[in-house]
């Protein structure tokens, strides 16, 4: 069956610190992949979007994500983490770009600590 | 004023009451989503329509029906609210030349007492 899975419902990093935030897919053809975050009381924002271009892919506020096939995951990354990226997160794909609707994980909170 | 509009954006209700939430949206798109959150469960697709004349069920449809007035608008309704239906909801549009992204409302926090 098709599904998407966020290891780690919650993440703890020093400021500074490497983020990475893990996202694994179940299908036999590569979904488009986003990754969208929820600040405390607010609605979604998309951070980045993977749609069969490049594999590595640039979204907001320094983070990035790599689509690798071969482990069919989505992992999210940023180099330092701010205290600002304290938030939800969560990892989405559509598995059949004409009939289907976006499907969630359930979320990987960003606990950032000076 | 937002793409992808939500009321109300706070909601009490008591047990067994009719409640709907409405969605509307000025980007034009044809596709629309309703979806809930709760901790730990992440979003969960509840109805999604593909144009005027199209409704599908989600992940989570029992206690919920839909209704698609027209392109730009698509409600939520809880016929008899439980307890167990307290979320924020929100929903979404996308549009099906471009499936590569979906559009957020700002949600609606629902409590059911």
């Known amino acids: 069956a098709q599904s998407v899975t966020q290891l780690g419902s919650h993440v703890s990093v020093s400021e500074g610190a490497l983020v990475l935030l893990r996202c694994n897919y179940s299908?036999?053809?590569?979904?488009?992949l986003f990754w969208y975050v929820q600040y405390p009381n607010q609605g979604l924002q998309l951070l980045l979007k993977y749609t069969s271009a490049a594999t590595l892919v640039k979204g907001i506020n320094g983070f990035e994500a790599e689509f690798k096939k071969s482990e069919t995951s989505f992992h999210l990354t940023k180099p330092s983490a701010h205290m600002s990226d304290a938030a939800e997160y969560f990892c989405a794909v559509i598995f059949n770009q004409a009939g289907t609707a976006l499907i969630f994980g359930k979320g990987t909170t960003l606990s950032v600590s000076s | 004023d937002a793409d992808v509009t939500q009321t109300p954006r706070n909601r009490i209700t008591k047990t067994g009451k009719r409640i709907m939430l409405e969605c509307s949206q000025t980007k034009g798109h044809d596709r629309m989503y309703w979806y809930r959150q709760d901790p730990g469960l992440g979003l969960r697709l509840i109805y999604y329509s593909f144009d005027v004349k199209d409704i599908n069920k989600g992940e989570i449809s029992d206690g919920y029906s839909v209704s698609r007035q027209a392109q730009a608008k698509f409600s939520l309704s809880l016929e008899s609210a439980i307890p167990n239906q307290t979320a924020l909801y929100f929903c979404?549009?996308?549009?099906?030349?471009?499936?590569?992204?979906?559009?957020f409302g700002q949600g609606t926090r629902l409590t059911v007492v």
């Open positions: 299908s036999s053809v590569p979904p488009y």
């Open positions: 979404a549009t996308s549009d099906t030349r471009r499936t590569d992204e979906a559009f």
